[in-house]
């Protein structure tokens, strides 16, 4: 047992020559299960001892969606402004700069269009990241440049939500998106190109109540959030327990707001099955 138990007394090791685990190695899941992050990566990040889905962002995404993870990003270099000179703990230029450093990412969302199972798709996917996924004027001339390229190159549009609603920072103008993008969404329909909308954890506030919600086909991520106010508010509000599971995409489906749950390891198939059975032509 010499291996197992030191012989000698007093031994110690100085705290520069200490050996630290790199952070990131292991992910654990709210159930409490312990995942390699290697392991979780090759299984689309969902959990192989739970099935939870893991919180991701627009790389992943691209990456599960897009043939070779090839695709053109779109209106890349929109960033967001101040025109309220918003402070709140801080200012929300230097806000900005900060998350902007942090994520590497413009802001909220990004745009992209490649080759889904062969055929052009068009895909805005929300970060999480950035500010919790706040839709701001940003997200919203994105989101609305995003569809003028889906209707004029005839491409099937999807919209992946994660938000925590309305960019309070910018008060009106990202009130003003939900009008915008369902106006644009109005004008997709007209021109009879697809739409799925996804909704993953979280998507609530001003996206359910505006263009996540307006899918020619709504999906969901298993065990997602989905809702307007989260329960908290909602509870507090009325006074009342809440049912079990309020709010999560099974209860969601339940009750009739969305129309699929699907798990990530079928998201490519099932959005291109879908955008075939809308447009009537061989399912790939």
């Not at 899941?29 to 299984?43: F, H, R, V, W, Y």
């Not at 969601?252 to 009537?280: A, S, T």
Request: glycine share 8%; hydrophobic share 35%.
């Amino acid at each position: 047992m010499a291996w197992f138990k030191r012989k000698e007394k007093g031994i110690t090791t100085p705290t520069q020559e200490k050996k630290d685990v790199p952070k990131g190695l292991w992910y654990k899941s709210p159930t409490g299960k312990i995942i390699d992050t290697e392991e979780l990566a090759k299984n689309l990040w969902v959990s192989p001892e739970d099935d939870f889905h893991v919180r991701i962002g627009s790389n992943e995404y691209f990456q599960i969606l897009f043939d070779d993870n090839q695709f053109k990003e779109l209106n890349e270099n929109i960033t967001s402004k101040d025109p309220l000179k918003f402070e709140d703990t801080k200012k929300y230029k230097d806000r900005l700069k900060e998350v902007t450093a942090k994520t590497k990412l413009k802001d909220a969302i990004r745009t992209a269009v490649g080759k889904s199972k062969g055929k052009d798709l068009v895909v805005a996917c929300m970060d999480f990241a950035f500010i919790g996924g706040s839709m701001g004027a940003v997200v919203g001339e994105k989101i609305s440049r995003a569809i003028d390229y889906s209707i004029k190159k005839k491409i099937p549009f999807v919209m992946i939500s994660k938000s925590g609603g309305a960019r309070m920072m910018e008060a009106a103008y990202s009130l003003m998106q939900l009008a915008k993008t369902s106006a644009k969404l109005a004008q997709l329909a007209e021109a009879k190109i697809p739409y799925i909308s996804l909704c993953t954890d979280p998507t609530t506030g001003g996206t359910t109540a505006s263009y996540a919600m307006l899918g020619d086909i709504n999906i969901g991520e298993p065990g997602a959030l989905i809702g307007f106010a989260g329960p908290r508010v909602v509870r507090d509000t009325t006074g009342k327990d809440l049912p079990e599971g309020f709010q999560t995409s099974e209860f969601v489906l339940e009750h009739g707001f969305l129309d699929f749950i699907v798990h990530r390891k079928d998201l490519k198939n099932k959005i291109n099955l879908y955008i075939d059975l809308i447009e009537n032509k061989d399912i790939r």
